[in-house]
């Protein structure tokens, strides 16, 4: 889909004349993303355009629990037909890339859409799919970076990661192994899929030879010790 026609797509769905209530046009919108409630300023912007959920706008939600749950809402979603389909996160825009190539997508809270594959570029992202990137590249070892520079004598700082997040794969691959190297410390990485395994993870940071709190603190830790980076 061209990116002019997308565009204009996207447009005719969020801008409309004013018309009596006899004359309006119900449109579709799907929403796909995990157990938060959608962002009121959200539903402001599009009253502001004259589109209200329950008149002229039906907003279907999916909210998933799991990683897994994904394909089988987005599935959901496009049986639907909605005019529009909006992705919360990487994980429910890949999902719905996935799933139709041919309903304009919208996706925000993805970091980077280029390294995980989403876009092309982000010039020109091709196809069906646009959005927000809320990431450059470089941004992890950044955050790394600051870590250490608090504390200096760390050799060890556990990286907190969810296996399911196709960002933080990209994490993994890409940009620990530059600032491990870069900043001569050991890297190493725990695993939560959901809030249960944290403590797993924990535990498993600090049988690494580390007592672990969060980066958060501002805690000085001795050398030896680590900390975890919540993402």
């Avoid at 004359?23 to 919108?29: I, N």
């Avoid at 070892?141 to 700082?157: D, F, G, H, R, Y």
């Amino acid at each position: 889909m061209r990116r002019r026609k997308f565009t204009a797509a996207t447009a005719a769905l969020l801008v409309s004349p004013r018309r009596s209530p006899a004359q309006e046009t119900r449109r579709r919108l799907g929403v796909l993303g995990d157990g938060a409630a959608v962002d009121p300023a959200f539903l402001d912007g599009l009253r502001s355009h004259g589109w209200i959920d329950g008149r002229n706008l039906i907003i279907e939600y999916r909210r998933y629990a799991q990683y897994q749950d994904l394909p089988a809402f987005a599935a959901e979603l496009v049986a639907l037909s909605p005019d529009l389909l909006i992705a919360v996160g990487p994980g429910p825009a890949r999902a719905l890339k996935s799933a139709t190539a041919t309903i304009p997508i919208v996706f925000v809270v993805v970091a980077d859409p280029v390294g995980i594959g989403l876009v092309q570029s982000l010039s020109r992202p091709g196809g069906n799919i646009t959005g927000l990137a809320t990431y450059v590249s470089g941004f992890t070892t950044k955050e790394i970076q600051i870590l250490w520079e608090i504390v200096p004598t760390a050799s060890k700082i556990a990286v907190l990661i969810n296996p399911g997040n196709p960002m933080h794969r990209f994490a993994i691959a890409e940009e620990l192994p530059q600032a491990a190297q870069q900043l001569g410390v050991a890297l190493p990485i725990v695993k939560a899929t959901t809030a249960e395994e944290l403590d797993i993870a924990f535990t498993s940071a600090a049988a690494q030879h580390a007592e672990c709190a969060p980066a958060h603190s501002g805690a000085a830790q001795s050398r030896g010790q680590c900390h975890q980076i919540h993402r």
